[in-house]
């Protein structure tokens, strides 16, 4: 039997209302196709693609990838997708950790987890032994005990927030540094399934270990060239955080729920403040070269930089304690951040409560716990909103509300918060690499021009990067070109980086048609109404107007064009094919 | 609209790079436009069509880049690729492949693998797949490590340890005459006089610095970094910024640790930083001046167990009459140049194996500049003493 290199070729199916496991052999065609990780979820996802999230079939699904294991830069991450209860798209995010390196040393490449189990319990995966247990953990527990249980291995779990319904639930892994977004804890939660554990004895086969050793150099030697990642001021020095100052200075800091987009207060908010403050230290996820992470030298987590300026600036928040203390309270309830602050930012501008009358830690308790007004604001800003009759002032796209990049002040972000396909997103495209870190090149950030092409292949190289699991973080030093050669030493396949741009391309327009099937079309393609009529807050020379509405239009039918979907946005079935993508009429 | 990459097609004129008329730049938006015409325009749009970059540059290249490429590409063959030791090969390009003919499926073959190639007999063709300013710089870069390889490897030859064809014997005169006569014409140095008084002050010396840096040609491909430290800030230029327009390109970052907008500023942040702390200087120039690149390539040690590794591992307290050469990679790393060049500035400069020029001032960027210009004129005249031009 021919060795798999990079890839067990099996994945592991879970049934979770019969407790019933079963393999799947994954051929060499669907592994090349997909790559791994995100693309290969989004293949398992598909059929089930018009599911509800919380249909006992829907699957929850988690993918290595074919750098997974093997000790190539910045490539432990792990693919998780389903269909999101906060946007109702498809949804996939990255988690850091090792639990996709214990997952591949177990002999699986992934796991489809479906059904719904009538208790809740744990699933404990040890090598090819999966076993069901009654839930260790009591109600309400906070997140860190609950992962304390595991001291070997590493393990997802989910926190009180799905316990509550929270609709941005998320889940959580030992050893990775950040929550998740989208709310894919709660379709865990539905299923029963509190927590699954991990432990591989194996060990990863790679075609070629000097090549991969070399090609690990050549990834290494730009991410010490990098200032965005290992500069005096990078985030292996401050943490994401660092983006603060830069991202203010260019009048993109959103505050008071976008209604400034600078933050001037006297208290300091930044990077530094923290430093100053409590002094810290850096930390990564597991098998990181970055370590984008950041802690107090009194071991709290200092929150990355968009959960720290929506936790801050974007809820009137100007004390450095209580963002930590409000950080740390998402951290242990299992709930995105920034979801949560958006939503009470949200909430703060209709009711007309300032900074001061609100205690956003309280607050945040409240949502975790569905308590008081937390029962209204734990489904999202979109859902609070339009109860009240004012869905305008809900800050998302498709439900997700938007990161810490005020979309006026650099057009290509703000096209791709409107077109990604899991919602209010910036990292898919990651346009701030050019528009306001010059990396690769430094584009003009005010305009539109040139950004749909952009942003379909940026789009496309984030697919690939999130399918091999590399991490997000290294596109902004490296790119596909060196990943392809440690792919080829992996695998011992001849791959270039335009392969796998190739099937970036393939996976993204999967989620184009998964999103369709549930119904998605132009009409939410499109960014909160503010930003077309409000200016942003002028600074330093700068005035930053609305964005014009007709060249938005523009260029997402150019992105439309260049992306091969019709006028309305949605999939053609000629282009789906040409992909080698089956059609499905949702008709 | 402008015509496409006209910007970047004057810039590689203006470097000697290619002749007039010659870069022809092709430019994806909903369709192709192209900035000029060739015969097989039709093979180029293939291959944009199927790479699906926003843009792509060809160009013949000017001498002595011409013959210089168009010789190494021939030690190349078959079908190989050509691997210059310099960093700037190593860090971003990894190799240069050369391909054989000018057909839509060679041209596709080598780009889907790396940024740009060499075809043999018709010059250079590069990607841009963000903006036309990539294929413009990678154009640029596979220049300068062409020259830079075909002058190591030229030294070689004059000492009998290496084979290159006869061609070489008439391509490294001419080569090194016209450089000659481009290094007498340098004329133009700061006028900016130091102390500073403002930072209205500081931003235009910069300016003024990186103009003339590019003008007198000291960088290759626009780049390099400059940064002078005034009331406990330093002023650097930004990342990829184009040293010859760099308003609105410098950053300044404050000593205290009270800001992080350092970020976008040089990947040598650390390098000058550090140098102002070891140091009285005042203001820090780098640019990548051929010869001082070339130089620090050539050691006759060749049984010297680092041998391959010189870039990061050589021990050797290595000089170039009065200017050390120290190993260093680019950045922060382990490896970086930031735990070598700082500690070696005693003099006019330090030279950073395989990658280029770091100079310092007392006070203004006059001496940084002066020095910059004098240590390359030193180089080039001691090459051409080893290879008895
Ligand atoms: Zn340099």
């Given amino acids: 039997m021919p060795i798999n290199f990079g890839r067990t070729g099996r994945v592991l199916l879970i049934n979770a209302t019969e407790r019933s496991v079963s393999a799947i052999e994954t051929g060499g065609d669907a592994a090349t196709f997909f790559i791994g990780g995100r693309g290969m979820a989004g293949n398992f996802l598909r059929p089930f693609a018009h599911l509800p999230f919380d249909s006992p079939q829907m699957p929850l699904i988690f993918m290595t990838g074919p750098l997974t294991g093997t000790g190539a830069p910045c490539s432990e991450m792990l693919s998780v997708m389903s269909k999101s209860p906060l946007t109702r798209t498809v949804f996939q995010f990255s988690a850091g950790g090792t639990f996709g390196s214990e997952l591949k040393k177990s002999g699986w490449d992934g796991i489809i987890l479906t059904g719904k189990s009538t208790s809740p319990c744990g699933i404990i995966i040890k090598d090819s032994s999966v076993t069901f247990e009654q839930s260790r953990f009591i109600p309400e527990m906070d997140v860190s005990q609950r992962l304390a249980f595991f001291s070997t291995g590493s393990a997802a779990v989910t926190g009180p927030a799905a316990e509550y319904g929270v609709l941005f639930s998320s889940m959580i892994f030992s050893g990775d540094t950040q929550q998740s977004r989208g709310g894919l804890g709660l379709v865990m939660e539905t299923k029963n399934i509190r927590y699954i554990h991990v432990r591989g004895s194996g060990s990863v086969s790679v075609h070629d270990l000097e090549k991969l050793t070399a090609a690990g150099e050549d990834i290494l030697r730009l991410v010490s060239a990098s200032p965005v990642l290992t500069g005096d001021h990078g985030f292996s020095r401050y943490g994401t955080a660092a983006l603060f100052d830069l991202v203010n200075s260019r009048g993109m800091l959103p505050c008071l729920n976008f209604r400034k987009t600078c933050y001037d207060g006297t208290d300091p908010l930044n990077a530094c403040a923290y430093d100053r403050l409590y002094g810290t230290v850096s930390y990564g996820c597991t098998g990181c070269d970055i370590h984008c992470g950041r802690r107090l030298a009194d071991g709290r987590p200092v929150p990355e930089y968009n959960a720290m300026v929506h936790l801050s600036a974007l809820t009137g928040n100007t004390s450095v304690e209580r963002t930590l203390l409000a950080s740390a309270l998402c951290a242990e309830k299992g709930m995105d951040p920034v979801s949560a602050a958006s939503t009470i930012a949200c909430y703060m501008e209709i009711t007309g409560k300032s900074p001061d009358e609100c205690d956003i830690v309280k607050l945040l308790a409240d949502i975790a716990l569905s308590r008081g007004e937390g029962e209204l604001l734990k489904s999202g800003s979109l859902r609070y909103a339009a109860a009240a009759s004012r869905p305008e002032l809900s800050m998302s796209v498709k439900g997700l509300e938007l990161p810490a990049f005020d979309p006026r002040g650099a057009y290509g972000t703000a096209l791709s918060y409107a077109v990604s396909t899991r919602g209010g997103c910036y990292s898919d495209a990651c346009a701030i690499s050019h528009e306001i870190l010059r990396k690769p090149v430094a584009t003009d950030r005010f305009t539109f021009s040139g950004k749909p092409r952009m942003i379909r292949l940026a789009e496309d190289a984030r697919s690939a990067a999130d399918s091999l699991t590399v991490c997000g973080n290294i596109l902004f030093a490296a790119s596909l070109e060196e990943y392809a050669r440690a792919l080829y030493a992996v695998t011992g396949t001849e791959t270039t980086g335009h392969d796998l741009m190739l099937a970036g391309e393939r996976i993204n327009y999967n989620e184009r048609i998964m999103n369709y099937i549930c119904g998605f079309t132009s009409a939410d393609d499109d960014l909160p109404a503010r930003f077309f009529s409000d200016p942003g807050t002028p600074g330093a020379g700068i005035s930053i107007p609305p964005l014009d509405r007709n060249k938005f239009l523009e260029a997402r039918s150019t992105y439309y064009r260049i992306r091969g979907l019709s006028a309305d946005g949605l999939p053609l079935e000629k282009k789906s094919l040409e992909l080698g993508l089956s059609w499905t009429d949702p008709d | ?389």
């Fill in chain 2, 1 to 389: 609209m402008d015509r496409p990459g006209l910007k970047y097609s004057a810039r590689l004129v203006k470097s000697g790079l290619c002749e007039a008329g010659a870069p022809l730049f092709g430019i994806m938006e909903d369709g192709i436009t192209w900035s000029g015409r060739i015969q097989e325009e039709h093979i180029l749009e293939e291959v944009l069509n199927t790479l699906n970059f926003g843009s792509i540059l060809f160009s013949p290249t000017a001498e002595p880049f011409r013959s210089i490429t168009e010789l190494l590409a021939g030690e190349a063959q078959p079908s190989g690729s050509i691997v210059p030791d310099d960093t700037e090969t190593r860090t971003f390009l990894h190799e240069i492949p050369v391909i054989s003919a000018f057909t839509p499926g060679e041209i596709i073959t080598a780009l889907k693998r790396r940024k740009g190639a060499i075809i043999p007999g018709r010059g250079i063709i590069t990607a841009g797949p963000v903006t036309p300013e990539q294929a413009f710089v990678t154009f640029s870069s596979i220049c300068f490590s062409c020259y830079v390889k075909f002058f190591s490897d030229y030294y070689y030859y004059t000492r009998g340890v290496k084979k290159l064809p006869d061609s070489a014997e008439k391509i490294a005169p001419q080569a090194l005459k016209a450089y000659r006569s481009a290094l007498k014409n340098i004329s133009d140095f700061p006028s900016a006089k130091g102390p500073f008084t403002s930072d209205e002050a500081v931003y235009a010396a910069i300016v003024e610095a990186g103009r003339l840096t590019v003008s007198s040609g000291m960088v290759d491909s626009f780049f390099g970094n400059v940064s002078a430290l005034f009331n406990d800030c330093i002023y650097i230029t930004q990342t990829a910024a184009s040293l010859d327009e760099l308003e609105g390109c410098i950053d300044c970052c404050p000593l205290d640790n009270s800001s992080t907008c350092a970020i976008t500023s040089s990947s040598e942040y650390s390098a000058h930083r550090a140098l102002y702390n070891l140091t009285h200087r005042r203001t820090v120039l780098h640019g990548h001046p051929r010869f001082s690149v070339i130089m620090s390539l050539l050691c006759d040690r060749h049984e010297c167990a680092n041998r391959g590794r010189c870039h990061t591992a050589c021990t050797a307290k290595r000089f170039i009459n009065d200017i050390p050469v120290v190993p260093g990679e680019i950045g922060t790393g382990p490896l970086g140049l930031v735990r070598t060049m700082p500690a070696a500035m005693m003099g006019r400069g330090v030279i950073v194996h395989g990658h280029g020029l770091f100079t310092a001032g007392a006070c203004d960027f006059t001496d940084a500049f002066t020095s910059l210009v004098d240590i390359e004129r030193m180089c080039f005249e001691e090459y051409c003493r080893l290879v008895q031009f």
